[in-house]
Each structure stands twice: as C-alpha cells, then as structure tokens.
C-alpha cells in the first residue's frame, strides 16, 4: 500500500504536464495543485521530511519556480532556519537543569502544601507558563517525568483513574500552552507567515489573545476536572510536594547563563510589537532584522564563550541531537508550496472563487471562522499538526483572498485557527498524544473522551473569547 500511495503521488508531482484541463483552471494552476496535493498526501501517510526533495524537483522541473527560487522558498526559508536555531537554544536550557528547576519551584510554595488542588493547580500552571516559552516535546516529557515521580512516591499504580486524569491534564495543558505562544512555536509562526498577505499578526498581539483564551480555558479545565470528571484527589493529601526538590542541587553558572541568553532572545521577539507607536525608529531596526536575529547571536555565544570551562554548545554535536528536523522540513515545503499556490500566474485564487462562490458566498463570517477552526482542530488529532496548518491555512487565505468569504478578521482569526489546530490530544497519534500514551499512564479510550472534551472545550473558548478579543485589539 505505500508503494502504490508513493506511485500515485509521484504520478501527481512528475505527470501532471499530460493531465486533462480543468474547466477555469489554466495549465499553471493544474500543474500547481497537482503538486500541492501530492506532496501534502506524502507527508500525511508516508512521511513529513523527504517530500520536499521531489516538490522542489517537480516544481523546478515543471517551470513553476526556477531551481534558486525554489531552494530559497525551502530551505533558504528564514522560518525553517528559525525552527532548527530554536530548538537548539532550547537544547541548552534544557541540558542546563534550569526548566526542572523553575517548574519545581512553582510546585513547591507554602501555599500549594495547603491543599491538594492548590498543588494540582501550581503544577499545571507551571506547564503553562513555562510552555509558553518552550518547544512541546521538551515540556511534555519533563511533566510527564514529574509526574511519574508523584505517582511513584505515592505508590500508585499504571490504571489508577487519577494517574490517568492527571496525565491527561499534562497533555491538554501542553497542547494549550503550544498554541497560545508564537514564542519558539513553529506553528503560530507558520500560521503568522500565511496571514501576513492579509494582515500582519506580531508577537505582542499574538500573546495577549492567547494568554486571555489560555486564562479563561485554564479556570474552565479544573472546573471540569472537578466536578465533570470528579478527579479525586484525597491520595494527594499524603504526598509532600518537597520530595520533587531531592534531585534539585544549588543554581549553576550554567543555568544562571543559558537562561539570560534565552530571556534576551524573547525580548528581542516580544519588544517591537509593544513599542510600534512608541518608537517607531527602533521598531524598524528590530523588525528588518527578524526574529532569527537574537538566535544567531545565542548560538554564536553558547558556542564561543566558554561557562565554567566548557561551552555550552557544541554545534555539530547540537545539529546531530537536538535540532528539530521533523519539525524543520515540513516548515520548508509548507513554505514554499504556499508560495507556489497563491501566484497570480496559477490563477487558482480566482478558480476557487468561481467554484467556491455559489457555496460558500452567503456562510456568515462567523461561522466560517468556527467551522474552519473546528476542522482544524479535528484533524490535527490524526494528522501532523504542521501539515494541517499549512494544507488549511492555505486554503482559508485563498478563500479570504479570493473575497469568497468577506468580513473575517484575518488577525484574530490566524490566532484562533492556530490553537485550534494544536488542541491535537484526543488520540495516540496525535503530536503530543503518543508521548503520554508511551508512558502506559493512559488507555486510549480515556484519552480520546477526556481529550476531545478539553479539546472541543479549548476551541470553543478560542471562538467565543479569543476572536472578539482580537477583533477589539486589531481595530
């Protein structure tokens, strides 16, 4: 069966010159979306990273970009630089011990020894904040680990409801914190690159709809995982939160380093979008520079300056075993086939506004924010989430181009259709989902109840909170 899906989509990619014309659509446009299609199928059922090799060749091969073009669409992309630069300035914090130790320290306050839920409520708060911040793998599995150090210290065994519960919180609080943050998060970045043809999207706006959504979600989630899901929490009254300091030794030179460097790149994201109107010559310095500027500087740092006699990088090591190329690659040819497929020469915007008009001409703005969102959001729980973004992004921008659907506030709405898409924690094969399912703390079937509800309930939160907001904040 892989073959016969590699056959058919090469067909797509290399045979299209010899494919029947489609009614309003010229030559270009057919050759374009039969690329596009083949490429996105290779990387939902074979595999996310090697397809872009063929895309380029078949897009070179059949005149849509010269060969320099097309390599610099992927490849030459400043976001696939940004997605391998970040994860390797996370590599370091991580290594260092600082996210274990910021993340035990909110978990330890007097006031989280009080009470039971007051800890459950410190612990995933931390993931929150902290996920923000960081990449989801990283934060998923140093949760996952604390919580299997809880549970063992409780004595408390693989099946219990409430091991199962608090493991899917983990989970649901990951996803949510990945969503919310353009901060080192490679798909609110993708989702703020596909938009910015209709509205720019900056990180200032970008956090503060997600941190308003992720403030009402948050209070939402433990009221449903109180009395909805009526997680019993009486084992927790004999657990002492200060067992999680034993393995947490004094502050290092290391910790106090990497963590400045990362605290300086995040101000460097964060700042212009807060000082736009204020001063607006510093504004544009910053932003002609990019976001991939203070990552430069960080690794050129780690790599040069050493930190108790060691450096804190070593880059080829760090490229071998830290950088995300899963995550990278799929970036490149989401990149570049959007590029392909919103040329004027393809016409394909003008097809869809002909094909799509009759349809879809009269769906309320609204309406058409919550069910493509929701679409997302379903189809990010069985798919890469990357390649949901990019395959429906794409289309939503064509269609909001095309002027098909009007009244859509572009912003707010890249906003929300990015959380949604990374609210994937119903199943195992989802981004996050197989990571808490690996540890054996979880059924599936609990997972996909209790993950589709949070899920369905942080899409809806995002509709009715995170989209007024926005439009309030875009005005």
Request: hydrophobic share 55%; proline share 5%.
């Amino acid at each position: 069966m892989k073959k016969v899906i590699i056959f058919v989509c090469f067909v797509l990619l290399f045979g299209n010159r010899w494919f029947p014309a489609v009614p309003g659509l010229n030559p270009v446009g057919v050759t374009t979306l039969s690329i596009f299609v083949g490429t996105m199928l290779l990387m939902i059922l074979v595999d996310i990273t090697w397809p872009v090799y063929p895309a380029i060749a078949a897009l070179t091969l059949n005149g849509i970009f010269p060969m320099n073009e097309a390599l610099k669409l992927s490849f030459g992309n400043h976001i696939f630089m940004f997605v391998l630069m970040n994860t390797l300035v996370l590599a370091v914090l991580r290594d260092s011990g600082v996210l274990k130790r910021i993340a035990v320290w909110m978990m330890t306050r007097p006031i989280s020894k009080k009470n039971p839920w007051f800890f459950l409520i410190a612990m995933y708060l931390s993931e929150l904040i902290l996920g923000c911040f960081m990449n989801c793998t990283v934060i998923i599995i140093l949760y996952c680990t604390i919580a299997e150090t809880i549970f063992d210290a409780m004595g408390l065994e693989k099946g219990d409801k409430m091991t199962e519960q608090i493991s899917i919180g983990v989970l649901v609080i990951c996803a949510m914190s990945y969503g919310i943050s353009p901060i080192g998060h490679p798909v609110a970045i993708i989702a703020m690159e596909l938009f910015s043809s209709l509205q720019v999207v900056n990180y200032a706006q970008f956090l503060m709809v997600g941190l308003l959504s992720a403030a009402v979600f948050f209070v939402l989630f433990l009221l449903v995982m109180r009395f909805v899901f009526r997680l019993d929490v009486e084992k927790f009254r004999s657990f002492d939160p200060d067992l999680l300091k034993k393995d947490i030794g004094p502050v290092t030179k290391e910790e106090i380093v990497g963590l400045g460097v990362f605290l300086i790149v995040v101000a460097w994201w964060v700042l212009p979008g807060l000082i736009r109107d204020i001063l607006p010559g510093v504004y544009t310095f910053m932003d002609n520079l990019g976001y991939c500027f203070p990552l430069l500087l960080a690794i050129a740092f780690f790599c040069t300056v050493p930190v108790n006699g060691k450096l804190m990088m070593h880059h080829v090591t760090s490229l071998k075993r830290d950088a995300s190329w899963q995550a990278a690659y799929p970036m490149a040819t989401a990149m570049m086939l959007s590029a392909a497929i919103t040329r004027p020469e393809a016409g394909i915007t003008e097809f869809a506004f002909g094909l799509l008009r009759p349809a879809l001409g009269s769906m309320p703005a609204f309406v058409f924010v919550l069910v493509a969102s929701g679409a997302a959001m379903m189809l990010a729980n069985f798919s890469n989430i990357t390649i949901i973004v990019t395959l429906f992004g794409t289309v939503a921008v064509t269609l909001l181009q095309s002027s098909i659907i009007t009244d859509v506030a572009a912003g707010p709405f890249c906003i929300v259709f990015a959380i949604s898409a990374c609210m994937a924690v119903a199943t195992v094969s989802s981004t996050y989902g197989a990571i808490t399912f690996s540890g054996g703390w979880v059924t599936k079937q609990k997972q996909l109840t209790e993950g589709l509800t949070f899920a369905v309930l942080a899409w809806l939160v995002t509709i009715l909170v995170g989209y007024p907001f926005g439009m309030l904040l875009f005005t």
